[in-house]
């Protein structure tokens, strides 16, 4: 919660405003008291025609005025406070998101960011657009109001200065009391939604086995259920808060007996001052009993302040770029390359060297560190040691945009945009493409017929909201884009089942065209890719455990033998 | 109002709560009217009299009405919370009696994996329409009536003032505001959507677009969206903050003009001025309550927002079809089926035509994409063919309800849901009798016969693995019972071996059964007496393994490249 009041007070210049709209309706509500009581006790007590009190009128409405325009002010500046500080943390996130060079690889978190992104930091309005308004005024109109009561009749002051501490005393006591209770009920409330969620969910399965009509009575009962159980938290809240009233209704009882009895039986106060402090007392405390349940948004946005503050804080390390130009062809070499990631996966240093125009293959079982490998090897994640070189050059004094510009990387289940086809082809290029050179890309890729057969065409949109496509054609949609980057490195990562056939042969044509003209780098899943690559890499727990063509590993390391021997058991009949 | 029908009729289903929310609500509000309205008068008259009586009478009331007020404001929001939650309880299963029979086509439909949150989370937010869209005018609208009559006996005059601000108040301004709100249109939901998609684009596309140097351009485009994001939301945050200013003043205004009027009576004396105070007094706490009023319009377009989407998702008829399915084991005709997804050009499913007689097994196989799962929904009758027919022995499947041909079959889905419960409670879902053993023949059917009955199940059962949720579901179908089953990719997550024998040990137990089987995978089809191969939506091929093996066509295809790849 302290970065949070940091990032308020950042905004100084509107925190400053706060306080003098704070000041002008302290003033306001005084002035507003003031001329009431002056105008009540010159007509009543002291006969005033009515054109007398018109100016002392005149100024209760420029006070009345007067405090609706600070408390418009104030209302004003608490949100656009709380809006600004919500940009700043949104743009903070996203750049930290931008250079997070991890983002790429641990797609599984991206959901979770969205979420930041989204709930998050709106979970933080409460404490701007609330929390600090409040407390400026809680700082400010009070003292305000008890100074104009001690000048009018110090006793009632010192009685506040005795009772009112009474107020936060017991809202901290009480307050936290019911807090916890009511954080419970919150996650009850929680679980009980999940509960009715499940339900909803569920609905399929219950209805395949004719079971859904049973729940509708259960869902009833359960919130009915779910209904007393809150009740009772509800009702311990209200009376604390029933407490406070009759806290305050206290106070402001003996602070009235004190009035009366001077007014009545000691006659040292006039009615001018003490109908003025029988008004103020009861702002006075309605000010101290709003801080509380300003109190209590605070405490809502604090654990939405806490996820920002832990990711913001998360360290990670950029991938460092130069300024050389990188030209085709391209040979990448690893010298002792290692990453680790936290506690988490580790790929041990490797040393290899891939000469322009190969293709090589990288084999291992799921969680040997293919994916990882092939990461640092396109640049996407830092090498925690040792380097890698590109033509020769330390990949940290090549730039950045060429390197990425001769590269293409074709994963399993690429994600297309929300946009047209088109735009999804040519997403990067950053020039115009001709019509034909999009077709002859298109009909490469073997997508033509399919854009062709869509009444839109090219201009077809896809992504979210958009057409869905099959995992085969947007396998080819992304080949589409790699024959118009026409890229000197070509990092594919093998599809392992459900493509249909024409997608099988338009995919292995396509990476042979590919090939011809690039540096190739496969996950290999496919005993043909293997075989045919110039280069086979095999993984293990992280470590390069051995590199040759097919024929040295089928001679030289058995766990290579072995498992292309398992594969091929059993199915000798339809290889080769 | 329209879309808030059945929300209001549900809450007034609560008529003793909500009769007595009101009646506390309006106590409360009267006796902080009194009590301002004493203090006023008793002031008055002490500045005139010496009287001890005066000064106690004064004690006394004060603690009185504080105390009144106090505690019928506790009772109020006893009865309105009680009375909400109530209605949420009644909403919730009125919602899923309306929804139930729309399921599981309606998921489809709404393809957005959120819409069963939505729902939830409408339903949460509907208890705001009690307790700050229907009430609190009709609370502070009697407090305020009940003081413009107080007031009348002392000066009609102030009572029309106290009643011109008690109409802007209560009615005039929460009106213009939620008219005003809803003609702008919802720009704040509509922005926030489409800054949460272009996040979601910008995470999950991070790859893509730093290798295709759209990196720079899409957060670029992902911060201008959240500045039109951020730009609706102070919209709409100084937009309540001019309601609830305008709110604040326009009550204070009725309290000054009450004041001049007073003041102006009491000069050309025809008011008392022992009365001023008291009347003024009385005008501020009236006016006191009308906090509330200023976020209703806020509150009245969420409640109706939610209320609509609620009745959107559950407005439509479910299908009306009654028919049973024929007795005993029946074979299964398509004729000409064809399947087009709702605004998709192209057919998903394209002329089908296949016989499957009883006691048949049947493999379903093709790529992904290539309309088996379409079939397996068309056969379940949760989606309506374009064209074709299907027919379960001498009957159309169109005729008959959908719970009725449910009842006479197992089924597997690829996605099947566990409740939060235990092992148990979810079996039994396929079979409320079965006694124990039974539940454990099951469970060992499907080599799960290491798992406890009392084992507990989290929600969507995500304390098992995907295997184990496979083979429970297929437990259940077990447990089930009848003559036709129909599975889709029962186990793909389970390994080959084991997967191999339960299918053994099934269809030995059950020989009479007629199978069908979705599966992307082609081992074990050996078994199999007929395979139906569908490409792009069309049936391609079928025959027995060894027919199409010989063929050399496309299952020979599809085999040849799945022999080639490493899992």
Partial sequence: MGSLKQMAYSQNNRIRLLFLASLAKGLAMIGQALFFVWVADEVFLKDAAFGEVMPLLAALLGVILLRAGASYAIGRLGVTLSVEARRRLRRELIAAYKDNPLQGSIAGQSGRKVGLLLEAVDGTDGYFSKYIPQMIQSYTIPLMLLGVIFYLNWTTGLIILITAPFIPLFMAIVGKRTKQKADEKVEQLAGFSGAFLDVLQGLTTLRLFGQAKRQSDTIRDNSLKFRDSTMEVLKSAFLSSLTLEYISMLSIGIIALEIGLRLVVFDSITFFPAFLVMLLVPDFFNLLKEFGSAFHTARGSAASAELLTEELAKSHQPVVWGETPVHAPVELSLEQASFQYGEGFQ????????????????????????????????????????????????????????????????????YLFAGTIKENIILGTGRVVALQELMAAAQKAGILELVESLPGGFDTMIGEAGRGLSGGEKQRLVLARAFIKKPALLFFDEPTAGLDLHTEQVLQQAIEELSKEATVVTIAHRLHTIRNASRIIVLDGGRVEAIGTHEELMGSFSPYRSMIEAQQGGTQAWVN | MGELKTVFWLTLKEKRDVALAVVFGFLAGLAGVALLGASGYLISKAALTAQMTTLVVMAAS???????????????????????????????????????????????????????????????????FLLRVLYPPIVVGMVLVATV???????????????????????????????????????????????????????????????????DQKSAELQESAQRYEQAQQNEGLEENRVQSLNALVAFLASFFVLATGAYFVSIGELPGLYLAMLVMVSLGAFENVGPLAALPAYYEESRIAARRLEEVVDEQPDPSTGDM???????????????????????????????????????VGPSGSGKSTLLQLLLKTAEPEKGSIRFGSEALSGMAQENVWQRMNVVLQENHFFSGTIESNLRIANGQADAGQLREALELVQLGHLELAAPVYEKGRNLSGGEKQRLAMARAFLKGEQ???????????????????????????????????SHDLSRLEDMDRILVLEDGRLIEQGTYQELMDRRGYFHGLKKIEEEVFA
């Fill in chain 1, 347 to 414: 790929l041990e240093p490797a040393s290899f060297k891939l000469e322009a125009g190969t293709s090589t293959a990288l084999v291992g079982v799921s969680g040997s560190g293919k994916s990882t490998l092939l990461n640092v090897m396109a640049g996407l994640l830092p090498a925690t040691s040792g380097r890698l070189l590109i033509n020769g050059i330390p990949q940290e004094q090549v730039s950045e945009d060429e390197w990425f510009g001769q590269l293409s990387y074709i994963t399993q289940d690429p």
């Fill in chain 2, 484 to 518: 036709l089953w129909l599975l889709d990719e029962p186990f793909s997550s389970v390994d080959g071996v084991t997967a191999q024998s339960i299918y053994n040990e099934l269809f030995s137990r059950h020989p009479q059964d007629t199978f069908v089987i979705i």
């Fill in chain 2, 326 to 364: 024929p007795e005993g084991p029946v074979d299964i005709e398509v004729e000409r089926l064809s399947y087009r997804y709702p605004n998709d050009g192209r057919l998903a499913l394209d002329e089908i035509t296949f016989q499957l007689p009883q006691g048949s097994k049947t493999a379903i």
């Fill in chain 2, 149 to 215: 009559f107080f007031t009348s006996f002392y000066s009609l005059p102030m009572a029309l003032a106290i009643f011109v601000g008690a109409i802007l108040v209560v009615v005039v301004l929460p009106a213009f505001f939620a008219l005003r709100r809803r003609k702008k249109t919802h720009a704040t939901g509509q922005t926030r959507g489409a800054f949460s998609a272009q996040s979601a684009e910008f995470l999950y596309g991070f790859k893509d677009l730093k290798i295709h140097l759209a990196l």
């Fill in chain 2, 62 to 128: 004060l603690k009185l009405f504080g105390f009144a007020s106090a505690i019928t404001r506790y009772a109020e929001r006893l009865f309105s919370h009680r009375a909400t939650f109530t209605m949420l309880g009644h909403l919730r299963s009125n919602f899923f009696e309306r929804l139930a029979p729309l399921a599981p086509n309606i998921f489809q439909r709404h393809q957005s994996g959120d819409l069963l949150s939505r729902i939830v989370g409408d339903v949460e937010s509907l208890q705001n």
